[in-house]
């Protein structure tokens, strides 16, 4: 690495020193893409994860009841947006990488979304992201391509995760979206999130991040993670710039939705911790710079 990240710094004059902490995670009962369509489990993935996010069980029965009745294709979708829906949920402009990361990871953990966004059909229960939607925008969107709906909810997220984000008043939108704001409305079910800033040239440190993004992703929960570059491209690339999604493990590293490409990318652990190399699952940046790590609420 020839230079230097300003979560660097502010990880070292600020209150973020520790940072990193693994809590210790029930293993989830499945995950993302665990199930596909046309398996015996993906009527109950549909139903537990449902459940786990409205805490409805009427809800839960009739996402079910509509999933069950969806073409194959719909049912893959539902039950893998990353997998199957990368291209849709691709962010709208150069500032909504954070709004969409926001969106897929709200809807990954809550089918009632997700059957919105793949197919148009809303249920009794509005997702958080749909309360207050016109009546007459939510039917002009359920016959709309599914770019349009991911578009609206990125929309939305965006407004909530700026609002109070600047000292109790509204971020500058050209900037997207900080951490702290992505942190408040990030939703995933029986998890809250922390913002944390990344240091990569302490390897402890790293190390500690990296063990828990695996952790949580091991229990299922995908993880927000922002990149950057280093002051040898000047300082304002030496800031957080872009916003990607791990959503799972594999053999070459983690598995990410990056919204810039609307695809998905593997990172590989050692990539992660050497910096200095533009990674494609990182938006093109080289750094890991900042991260929103999930801890088990009651």
Do not use: N
Request: hydrophobic share 45%; net charge positive; with cysteine.
């Amino acid at each position: 690495m020839t230079g230097l990240q300003l979560t660097a710094l502010l990880r070292r004059l600020g209150p973020w020193q520790g940072g990193g902490a693994a809590a210790v995670w029930p293993r989830a009962g499945g995950s993302a893409g665990a199930a596909a369509a046309g398996r015996p489990d993906g009527a109950a993935e549909i139903r537990r994860r449902t459940l786990a996010a409205t805490g409805s069980v009427a809800a839960a029965e009739e996402a079910t009841r509509v999933w069950t009745a969806l073409p194959a294709d719909a049912q893959a979708a539902v039950l893998d947006l990353p997998g199957t829906m990368a291209s849709a949920a691709r962010q709208t402009d150069a500032t909504t990488c954070g709004s969409a990361v926001l969106t897929m990871l709200a809807a990954t953990g809550d089918p009632s979304l997700a059957l919105w966004l793949v197919t148009g059909r809303l249920g009794s229960l509005r997702p958080p992201e749909l309360v207050g939607a016109p009546p007459g925008a939510l039917a002009l969107l359920s016959t709309a391509p599914a770019e349009r709906r991911f578009a609206a909810v990125q929309r939305v997220l965006k407004r909530r995760s700026t609002a109070t984000a600047l000292f109790g008043l509204p971020w500058p939108a050209a900037l997207g979206t900080p951490p702290w704001g992505a942190a408040r409305v990030a939703r995933f079910p029986g998890v809250a999130f922390r913002h944390q800033p990344v240091d990569d040239t302490d390897q402890v440190h790293l190390g500690r991040v990296l063990d828990a993004v695996e952790l949580a992703l091991a229990a299922g929960v995908p993880v927000p993670l922002y990149s950057g570059g280093d002051s040898s491209g000047g300082w304002a690339t030496a800031a957080p710039r872009h916003v990607v999604l791990a959503v799972g493990r594999g053999p070459g590293g983690l598995r990410v939705f990056e919204p810039g490409q609307g695809r998905l990318h593997t990172v590989s652990r050692r990539a992660l911790a050497a910096g200095g190399t533009p990674q494609p699952g990182l938006g093109g940046w080289s750094h890991l710079a900042w991260v929103l790590l999930p801890y088990p609420v009651a």
